[in-house]
């Protein structure tokens, strides 16, 4: 297949063009500026806004997947979050245009979208059917709606959009898990192995999570399903309470003990490290629900034996299978 990746050359997008390339496609990154040269990956220019040279790469591709918008990974200042939106919402936008243009249209549009649309709770998980969206929760900040006003904008942008011809889906998908530097699971284990892999804020907030190795095991199963379209959860199909999931973490590292944290220490903690706590403290009980259905299965669908291969895989410094 050639596989079309706008936005691809940040941490998801590395692990997913070198894995895609590994397995023989052809893999044409997107992007705004100069990137690393990657074995079976070519990179070519464009802005994330407007039309130009690149939208010849999305005519007689067979699968386009959008991963372009911000790091959420910053604090939630007015302008990251108009930026948060703008790079989302624009490249949705610019990329839908391409394929209602092009000659020959791609077969489907996977876009990332994110397992933050949903609400905050932990009474009960949240499917593609039975799931509560976020944006009103009581016992939530109400700054967090902001997140989920994103994410439902950057999924309507891609719902609008006329592609007649192309199947379209929105990756709702969860934290994902992998030893590429850079990612979540890297600052996760870095805090656990300094003793810090304690519960935060009592530790009852679900962790949604995905393995890198089920990631594109889906994305590759969404390509060529050719029935699936809509939302669909990227998340493993046994999320647990940070308390649980850090504990865990600390098994499969080694480490004997990790020291708790109040609310209050992830904010200075968070303001320190130019994040947000919505990223740590917000519960995301997120399960798949159509992925099964449709016949996928998943080869690490619980923690702890997960956690003991990324864990294995950091330590022998392996980059990521194809």
């Known amino acids: ?27 044409v990154v997107l992007t705004r500026r100069e990137a690393r040269p990657e074995p079976g990956v070519r990179h070519v220019r464009w802005d994330g806004r407007s039309a130009g040279p690149w939208t010849a790469e999305i005519d007689g591709s067979d699968v386009v997947l959008n991963l372009a918008g911000r ?13 948060m939106t703008t790079s989302r919402v624009d490249s949705a936008r610019v990329v839908g245009g391409a394929i209602a243009r092009a000659a020959r249209p791609p077969r489907v549009w ?24 976020g944006g009103e929760e009581p016992d939530a900040p109400a700054y ?7 994410a439902k ?4 942008e891609q719902r609008l959009a006329d592609t007649p011809h192309t199947r379209k889906v929105a990756l709702r998908t969860a934290m994902v898990m992998s ?3 850079g990612g979540a699971f890297e600052a996760l284990l870095r805090l656990a192995r300094l003793g810090l892999g304690g519960p935060v804020a009592g530790g009852r907030q679900y962790v949604s999570w995905i393995h890198e190795d089920d990631l594109v095991r889906a994305i590759g199963f969404l390509a060529e399903d050719g029935e699936l ?9 046994e999320p647990l309470p940070y308390r649980e999931f850090m504990r865990e973490l600390r098994a499969a590292a080694g480490v004997p003990f990790g020291l708790p944290a109040a609310k209050w ?9 130019r994040s947000d706590t919505e990223l740590l403290l917000k519960s995301r009980r997120v399960v798949p629900g159509r992925l099964p259905e449709a016949g996928f299965a998943f080869d690490h669908p619980g923690w702890p034996a997960a956690a003991a291969d990324l864990v294995r895989r950091t330590r022998r410094g392996l980059r990521p299978v194809s």
């Open 265 to 273: 220490m992830a904010e200075i903690g968070a303001f320190v490290l």
């Open 1 to 27: 297949m050639k596989v079309v990746i706008p936005g691809g050359t940040g941490h998801l997008g590395r692990v997913l063009s070198r894995a895609l390339g590994g397995q023989g496609h052809e893999v």
């Open 153 to 156: 904008a950057w999924e309507r």
């Open 110 to 133: 996977l876009q990332m979208s994110t397992a933050t649309i949903y609400a905050h709770r932990h009474d009960a998980p949240n499917d593609e059917t039975t799931g509560v969206l």
């Open 229 to 237: 379209s809509g939302p669909v959860n990227l998340a493993a199909p």
């Open 71 to 83: 790091s959420v990974n910053c604090r939630y200042t007015r302008a990251n979050l108009r930026e």
């Open 179 to 181: 030893p590429e530097p």
């Open 144 to 150: 967090w709606a902001y997140s989920v006003d994103i």
